[in-house]
């Protein structure tokens, strides 16, 4: 049975190969973007099967957000499956070295208030507004015969748990939505939504491509015994699985994702 799917920062890496893990399967995908529409419509023109479609929305914009949930919801009839993927960190150059980010001892008061403000209000309350957003239509709306009520799945990463010196508000939002997820989790499961979160290290994607190929690429490699870093498409075929009905008894897990590189 076809499902329909809602992606977040679904126009490149990740969230793109997420999109085609489920289009493979056979489920129809609204691929979510804030503003790259071009690079959305051609991760959607790739995408195998019919009914796919590109909505754009700003997740730190709460007032646009029913509106990202209305259309989609429209296009696909029902919104069987959510990936709350979408996230940013800022990555400007920090004064006087070569890291980027927001480390505390090199970032002025303005610019640190300013930072948590907009990572927050995209990477936590933005998920949590669409999570809201969708988990009501889930509820208020019967899915098709032989289909679950509903799946969500966060995309949090493995910085919640081992620290993010140099983006620590990209660090802290993420343990926020790995909480959120639990709370929801307990909160949907008397009506059968099950709501998971995988938190992945590091992923090859093109958004990363300079650090693996800079001076600091091996030793980020090193990071893991098995002496690289993830795909895009495996931690894709992750979320597909979290989003199953095989994975259903997982409903409230945080799944760690990367390689071996962090355990705790």
């Known amino acids: 049975m076809s499902r329909g799917v809602l992606i977040t920062g679904a126009s490149r890496g990740v969230g793109a190969a997420a999109a085609y893990a489920f289009a493979t399967a056979g489920d129809r995908v609204v691929l ?42 429209a296009v696909l009839g029902r919104i069987d499956v959510l990936v709350n993927n979408a996230a940013m960190f800022v990555d400007e150059p920090v004064a006087g070295s070569r890291r980027v980010g927001h480390p505390l001892p090199e970032t002025s008061y303005e610019d640190w208030v300013a930072t948590w403000r907009r990572t927050l209000a995209v990477n936590l309350e933005g998920a949590a507004h669409v999570t809201w957003c969708v988990a009501r239509q889930m509820l208020d709306q019967a899915p098709a015969d032989g289909v679950r009520r509903g799946a969500i799945v966060n995309v949090g990463s493995r910085g919640a748990y081992r620290g993010e010196p140099d983006v620590p508000a990209y660090g802290a939002s993420k ?22 979160s995988i938190a992945p290290g590091f992923i090859a994607t093109d958004m990363t491509e300079a650090f693996l190929t800079g001076p600091g690429g091996d030793a980020i490699r090193a990071q893991s015994p098995f002496g690289r870093v993830a795909t895009a498409e495996e931690v894709g075929q992750a979320i597909h699985w979290l989003a199953s009905p095989e994975a259903n008894w997982a409903s409230g897990a945080v799944l760690d994702y990367n390689g071996a590189s962090y355990l705790h």
């Open 32 to 73: 979510h973007c804030r503003g790259a529409v071009e690079r959305a419509e051609q991760v959607r023109a790739g995408l195998p099967g019919d009914g796919h479609a590109v909505v754009a929305a700003d997740l730190g914009d709460p007032a646009a957000i029913p509106a990202l949930v209305g259309d989609s919801a």
């Open 175 to 196: 343990a926020g939505l790995h909480a959120l997820g639990q709370s929801l989790a307990a909160s949907l499961a008397p009506h059968d939504i099950s709501v998971t």
